[in-house]
């Protein structure tokens, strides 16, 4: 059996893998999630999320590898037994009970005393903003507060860890964008670990202290939103966490990481990528949307390293996230350019021609393939 940890993290996976004959579902994933931590893992579907969720659970067996709770291998634990709980996206409640009832489901079955039951749900009701609902029905509530019931039914239980399998899946957009903001309010009030699993980027980078990226059964980097977005280590989380321009093309000159780019359409593009890139690689270029400005005439974007004009080819108004696609260049290739909320730009419209450029440090490089 593998030796106690220091109980520095509330869980952790060490070198854990799982197989399903042939396929490799999940890789030599290590991992450790301090105490209190709102932790994510962020990926497309297929890449093996659900499955390292379902092995923390304890529903699926490791190939190899360990995982630890509060420094002690769980491996050997049965699911019932491990100090965690876990909320599906379809919640799993009980419409027969009501809402106190589904909320007290799991401490009727440990045998708690009935009255220390009741003062439990409602302790917990009050802290998911739900008092005096422990009457209702299940039918009588809302989508959102069905997920508070159910976050509640597990934190009730003072888990070590909390698991969730896209939990917002099933809701609506306004009721998602909503129950983003609950969920970080629920971990800091309860204090318990949170491991969510999302394909969705934005849920992931508000709520979280640090995510996780997987692709293909591996973590491809481990980091804040922040790091994520603005520092990415691979083509893959450029190109998947947020949105990005992107080009592929031949690196012309090298110089410690200060790159120029002849892309395939034609575009020279200066940008900057890992030391190790020299002339004649090929390379993925990647340009965030609200990195590039916008002006008038040319003299508005003289002091930038990458400078272009075009023509409108459309505007996509949505409020703030309103955003601008730019035909440029012989090969009219298409640019995406959030539109600055100045007002300045208010009046583009199709057709008309239009300067934009940004700066060398706002161009990211990673070697194709």
């Excluded at 499955?51 to 769980?74: E, Q, Y």
């Excluded at 994520?228 to 450029?238: E, G, I, S, W």
């Excluded at 090298?254 to 002849?262: E, I, K, Q, S």
Aim: charged share 20%; net charge neutral.
């Amino acid at each position: 059996m593998t030796p106690e940890s220091p109980v520095a993290y509330d869980l952790e996976c060490r070198s854990l893998t799982k197989s399903f004959d042939d396929f490799v579902a999940v890789q030599s994933i290590d991992l450790a999630i301090p105490a209190g931590s709102f932790f994510s893992i962020l990926g497309p579907s297929g890449c093996g999320k659900t499955t390292l969720l379902r092995m923390m659970a304890g529903f699926v067996r490791p190939t190899s590898g360990d995982i630890l709770i509060k420094g002690r291998s769980v491996l050997d634990v049965p699911p019932n037994k491990r100090p965690v709980n876990m909320v599906f996206q379809h919640l799993a409640l009980f419409p027969m009970m009501s809402v106190a009832e589904n909320i007290g489901y799991g401490l009727r079955r440990r045998g708690v005393p009935r009255e220390d039951i009741a003062r439990r749900v409602e302790e917990a009701l009050v802290r998911v903003g739900l008092p005096g609902s422990g009457g209702k029905r299940i039918s009588q509530i809302s989508g959102g507060q069905k997920q508070r019931v159910a976050i509640a039914r597990c934190l009730v239980l003072d888990p070590d860890v909390l698991l969730l399998d896209e939990p917002l899946g099933a809701l609506d957009l306004k009721l998602r964008e909503h129950m983003k903001v609950e969920l970080k309010k629920l971990q800091h009030e309860f204090g318990t670990t949170f491991v969510y699993i999302t394909h969705d980027q934005s849920e992931a980078l508000v709520m979280s202290d640090r995510v996780a990226v997987m692709n293909a059964g591996r973590f491809e980097q481990v980091g804040t939103a922040q790091d994520l977005y603005y520092r990415p280590a691979t083509a893959f989380v450029a190109a998947f966490v947020g949105e990005s321009n992107k080009w592929r093309g031949k690196v012309e000159t090298a110089d410690a990481g200060r790159l120029t780019v002849l892309t395939e359409d034609g575009v020279r593009i200066a940008g900057s990528g890992e030391a190790a890139l020299a002339a004649g690689a090929t390379v993925d270029v990647f340009v965030r949307p609200e990195a590039v400005a916008l002006s008038r005439d040319a003299a508005g974007i003289a002091s930038m390293a990458n400078r272009m004009d075009g023509a409108v080819a459309s505007v996509l108004f949505n409020g703030a996230a309103s955003r601008v696609l730019i035909k440029a260049g012989a090969a009219q290739a298409e640019i995406d350019v959030a539109l600055p909320q100045t007002g300045e730009f208010n009046d583009l419209a199709p057709g008309q021609p239009i300067h934009f450029g940004w700066s060398d440090a706002q161009t990211t490089c990673f070697r194709a393939g």
